[in-house]
């Protein structure tokens, strides 16, 4: 079985500050790890994703995130927030093996002010 | 351009009148999925397909049916909606799940009244 909880459904953070949505995962298998984004009225897209290769991952439009084994957790940061960044975040897992699904997170909105 | 089509974006139906919503993918993915989006809830999984006529449920499967006679093509059916099925719905396709990224369509919404 997988899990993931984002631990904050929403976020506020002034333009130019850092940014960090909060997420831990529980897994069976060795998982493999995404953050997408959904813009308003839009699909979703993706940042960046983790599949066991180097820890830290950099993703699109300057996020980043730190698969941290020890703590299960796939943290979502970026050094400073711009108004383009208000959206809605969600952390997602997919298992290996057997596992047939993606598992999405409640989803985290971040609201950029000026 | 690779791309997963959503049809229609936007719906409004009575209860009890049977629907289709299309998902056409031209990425030849193997794995393709519906999701519904509600506030709050985050998107819990409807159906999968893991390649042609090999359908599974997901999490909330109730209401809900699919059929995956071709590869590109994955349609959602409701036979007789109820206004509980009122949601934001999404189609996704992959290559497979290990690692590889998903790709959404535009997204349907849909209303029962």
């Known amino acids: 079985a997988q899990s993931v909880t984002q631990l904050d459904s929403h976020v506020s953070v002034s333009e130019g500050t850092p940014v960090l949505l909060r997420c831990n995962y529980s897994s069976s298998y060795s998982p493999s790890l995404f953050w997408y984004v959904q813009h308003p009225n839009k699909g979703l897209q993706l940042l960046l994703k983790?599949?066991?290769?180097?820890?830290l991952v950099k993703g699109i439009n300057g996020f980043e995130a730190e698969f941290k084994k020890s703590e299960t957790s796939f943290h979502l940061t970026k050094p400073s927030a711009h108004m383009s960044d208000a959206a809605e975040y969600f952390c997602?897992?997919?298992?290996?093996?057997?596992?047939?699904?993606?598992?999405f997170g409640t989803g985290t909105r971040l609201q950029v002010t000026l | 351009e690779a791309q997963v089509t959503q049809n229609p974006r936007y719906l409004i139906t009575v209860t009890g009148k049977k629907l289709t919503v299309t998902c056409s993918q031209n990425?030849?993915?193997?794995?393709m999925s519906w999701y519904r989006q509600d506030p709050g809830l985050g998107l819990r999984q409807i159906y999968y397909s893991m390649n042609v006529e090999v359908t599974d449920k997901g999490d909330v499967p109730e209401g809900y049916k699919v059929s995956r006679k071709e590869k590109r093509n994955f349609p959602l059916i409701l036979e007789s909606p109820s206004p509980n099925q009122t949601s934001l719905y999404f189609c996704?396709?992959?290559?497979?799940?290990?690692?590889?990224?998903?790709?959404f369509g535009q997204g349907t919404r849909l209303t029962v009244v």
């Open positions: 990425m030849n993915h193997e794995y």
């Open positions: 996704a396709s992959a290559r497979d799940l290990i690692g590889t990224e998903a790709f």
């Open positions: 997602v897992v997919s298992g290996t093996g057997t596992a047939s699904k993606l598992t």
């Open positions: 983790y599949t066991s290769a180097a820890t």
